[in-house]
């Protein structure tokens, strides 16, 4: 059989052309099949978590979703962790955290958080953060840049905040801030628990009560924003427009406006009112609504004023009405100057009684009265009554109930009434018996 040279030669070269697209396909389909297998080594498709265990574990960090993942191996597989991107949520028991970018550390239950941080509980808690880091293990969040966490209508505030999640508490060491519908607290160092409602706050404390316009300012302070109640354990002072107290220890309710105040290192409660007149003592109980201070043991109202000395066991004042009264061992000192150099006051006048009083009348006039075994005393003049009242105004002083009077040589009595001037001076002006009365005199 004869063969043609010319068919065979393209026969030839149509087996070759066949055979080098067959080499371009399985080239082509093999980079393919490797490109693939590639990107499935650092490109993992997304696949919620979702063992076969309790999803509820306590301290079990879940993945809930995200919009791109990659991995990134190192050696150590413990700091081995997932790249997330996009539309971010984890869950930890009843705790959804959400995010715009993470650092997944499957292996030691960890998170790092970027951008839009914000994190919501079951109990209607929620925070947000620029920043956070979650350490599995210890159970701890760091919070960081612009963070807020807010529970009903509480919220802490700062720059950085260490939340523990157990506990629910969240503290802070650069300046941070925790508002209630009373009360606004600032400190350098504070911690709140949400669960107890328990706040401590140190260094450079401040509670701004904006309803009643006063200030708390101290070094160390409990607040409760249950029960609005600061606990004051260290020099504290509360000062308003209109009065301040200084105390180291004691309660104050920013609910109901009382103060608890005690003594502490021998060091006294002090209330200086709005009036003018300071009150101190052992314990001091103040309610600013109406203005009202008692005060016990050690007990010693000032009136600077109307050079005034009130002391005795137990006390009162109210700096609305102007009154205040001592009984127990109550004395009362009243002074017409002071020198400025020592201090010290001449024509001292002193009243003792079982209980002593001082009010304010409308026209402002100053009267003092004491009742139950009454005892007055001046270098010019003594005397001692059942019932005495005293007007600085007209320095008048009326005596009653079988009052006695002395005045150098001289004595006076009556079984009702004696009327006594008192000068300035160390000297009586005058006085007068309106009814039956004796006048001896040493010659």
């Given at each position: 059989m004869?063969?043609?040279?010319h068919i065979s030669q393209s026969g030839h070269k149509a087996a070759k052309c066949i055979l080098c697209l067959l080499t371009l396909f399985i080239g082509i389909y093999a980079f393919e099949t490797f490109a693939q297998k590639r990107t499935h080594k650092s490109v993992k498709k997304f696949e919620p978590e979702i063992p076969e265990a309790n999803r509820y574990q306590a301290n079990k960090v879940f993945l809930?979703?995200?919009?791109?993942?990659?991995?990134?191996?190192?050696?150590?597989p413990l700091e081995s962790y997932i790249l997330l991107m996009g539309n971010i949520e984890f869950s930890r028991g009843d705790m959804h955290l959400y995010c715009d970018s993470a650092h997944y550390y499957d292996q030691i239950n960890s998170i790092d958080a970027f951008g839009n941080v914000r994190?919501?509980?079951?109990?209607?808690?929620?925070?947000r953060a620029?920043?956070?880091?979650?350490?599995g293990r210890k159970e701890v969040m760091n919070l960081i840049g612009n963070v807020s966490i807010t529970k009903d209508n509480r919220t802490l505030t700062s720059q950085a905040i260490d939340y523990y999640v157990p506990s629910n508490t969240g503290k802070y060491t650069s300046n941070g801030r925790l508002e209630d519908p009373k009360n606004v607290l600032t400190s350098i160092v504070g911690e709140y628990n949400f669960n107890t409602d328990n706040a401590v706050f140190t260094n450079n404390v401040d509670l701004v009560n904006s309803r009643d316009n006063y200030v708390i300012h101290t070094n160390k302070l409990l607040y409760n924003t249950r029960t609005n109640i600061a606990k004051l354990v260290e020099e504290a002072e509360i000062t308003s427009d209109e009065n301040k107290i200084i105390t180291s220890n004691g309660d104050?309710?920013?609910?109901?406006e009382k103060a608890n105040l005690y003594v502490k290192n021998g060091v006294q409660p002090k209330l200086f009112a709005k009036d003018d007149r300071t009150l101190e003592g052992d314990s001091i109980h103040y309610?600013?609504?109406?203005?009202?201070?008692?005060?016990?043991?050690?007990v010693t109202v000032n009136d600077p004023k109307h050079h005034a000395i009130l002391t005795g066991g137990y006390g009162y004042h109210n700096e609305t009405t102007h009154v205040s009264y001592a009984t127990d061992k109550a004395l009362a000192r009243i002074y017409n100057k002071e020198n400025a150099k020592t201090g010290e006051r001449s024509d001292t006048l002193f009243f003792?009684?079982?209980?002593?009083?001082?009010?304010q009348e409308p026209d402002k006039n100053r009267v003092l009265t004491a009742t139950g075994g009454v005892k007055f005393y001046r270098k010019d003049v003594q005397g001692i009554c059942g019932h005495l009242s005293f007007a600085q105004r007209d320095s008048i002083l009326n005596l009653y109930n079988h009052p006695v009077v002395w005045s150098g040589e001289r004595q006076i009595s009556s079984d009702n009434e004696i009327n006594v001037h008192m000068r300035d001076s160390s000297s009586v002006?005058?006085?007068t018996i309106p009814n039956k009365g004796l006048i001896v005199e040493h010659l």
């Open positions: 004869n063969k043609n040279p809930e979703r995200a919009d791109s993942m990659l991995s990134a191996p190192v050696k150590n994190m919501e509980r079951a109990d209607n808690l929620s925070g620029d920043q956070l880091h979650y350490d104050y309710n920013t609910a109901t309610d600013r609504h109406t203005g009202e201070g008692t005060a016990i043991g050690n003792h009684g079982d209980t002593i009083t001082t009010i002006d005058w006085a």
